[in-house]
């Protein structure tokens, strides 16, 4: 008898296990999560407004905006994910503001930017900059001009975009965009964030080509 349950017991774990792995669940998020709680909790204890959205439909090969001046259909203020320009910006951290057409390709390699308005205090840009310089890899920081209407003011914003590669376009599936904008720099929910959804961009681009200084820029 305590052979039997023992052995139940194995098959139970056994399912649940199955259970998570078909479901893509793991601590970080994984590649194929829709979110992570823990982000969601650490955005709501820093006072910001999170959430997970599936991008707006686009074509592949980038057909869907063939120049830096297409107008997008991106579905969050700042674009975590969908319809973006060929070419990737220069991974970095910027004074002046790139194309955020660009910038939403950099966050389909696997990248987390970093993103703030024109009103955003200089001392809390310095600590997005101090963020950045902590582990530069598959990051871009920018500020974000006014944009169809939309401004993050003075507010700060963190935004990255992950799927399933095996996935990608089949079926419509486009992963998932993760965007976070908030009063203030927070570096705990930043850091969970960031730790949760870096190098898991629907493409599959390895980090390592997500070196600071490299990319095609314009």
Same mark, same amino acid.
């Not at 305590?2 to 998020?29: C, D, E, R, Y």
């Not at 799927?163 to 992963?175: A, E, T, V, W």
């Not at 599959?204 to 080509?209: D, F, H, L, W, Y």
């Given at each position: =008898?305590? $052979?039997? #349950?023992? @052995?139940?017991?194995?098959?139970?774990?056994?399912?649940?296990?199955?259970?998570?792995? #078909?479901?893509?669940?793991?601590?970080?998020? +994984?590649?194929? @999560?829709?979110?992570?709680?823990?982000?969601?909790?650490? =955005?709501?204890?820093?006072?910001?407004?999170? %959430?997970?959205?599936?991008?707006?439909? &686009?074509?592949?090969?980038?057909?869907? =905006?063939?120049?830096?001046?297409?107008? *997008?259909?991106?579905?969050? &203020?700042? *674009? @975590? +994910?969908?319809?973006?320009?060929?070419?990737?910006?220069?991974?970095? $951290?910027?004074?002046?503001?790139?194309?955020?057409?660009?910038?939403?390709?950099?966050?389909?390699?696997?990248?987390?930017?970093?993103?703030?308005?024109?009103?955003?205090?200089?001392?809390?840009?310095?600590?997005?900059?101090?963020?950045?310089?902590?582990?530069?890899?598959? =990051?871009?920081?920018?500020?974000?001009?006014? $944009?169809?209407?939309?401004?993050? +003011?003075? %507010?700060?914003?963190?935004?990255?975009?992950?799927?399933?590669?095996?996935?990608? &376009?089949? %079926?419509?599936?486009? +992963? #998932?965009?993760?965007?976070?904008?908030?009063?203030?720099?927070?570096? %705990?929910? $930043?850091?969970?964030?960031?730790?949760?959804?870096?190098?898991?961009?629907?493409?599959?681009? *390895?980090?390592?080509?997500?070196?600071?200084?490299?990319?095609?820029?314009?």
């Amino acid at each position: =008898m305590l $052979f039997a #349950f023992a @052995a139940s017991g194995l098959i139970a774990l056994g399912v649940v296990i199955a259970v998570l792995a #078909f479901a893509g669940g793991s601590s970080n998020g +994984g590649t194929t @999560a829709s979110d992570n709680p823990a982000v969601a909790a650490a =955005m709501r204890s820093a006072g910001c407004t999170y %959430k997970t959205i599936k991008p707006a439909p &686009f074509k592949p090969n980038h057909l869907s =905006m063939p120049t830096l001046t297409t107008k *997008p259909n991106w579905n969050t &203020f700042p *674009p @975590a +994910g969908g319809v973006h320009y060929g070419n990737w910006a220069v991974w970095g $951290f910027y004074d002046d503001p790139v194309n955020p057409r660009m910038v939403v390709h950099n966050e389909e390699h696997g990248g987390v930017v970093l993103w703030w308005g024109p009103q955003t205090p200089s001392s809390e840009v310095d600590k997005l900059r101090e963020f950045y310089n902590s582990s530069p890899l598959s =990051m871009v920081g920018t500020p974000i001009e006014p $944009f169809e209407g939309n401004t993050l +003011g003075s %507010k700060v914003a963190i935004t990255g975009w992950t799927g399933d590669p095996r996935k990608y &376009f089949l %079926k419509g599936y486009l +992963g #998932f965009a993760h965007v976070a904008v908030c009063p203030k720099f927070d570096e %705990k929910a $930043f850091t969970t964030f960031r730790d949760a959804f870096r190098g898991k961009g629907p493409e599959g681009i *390895p980090e390592s080509a997500n070196q600071p200084g490299t990319g095609p820029g314009g």
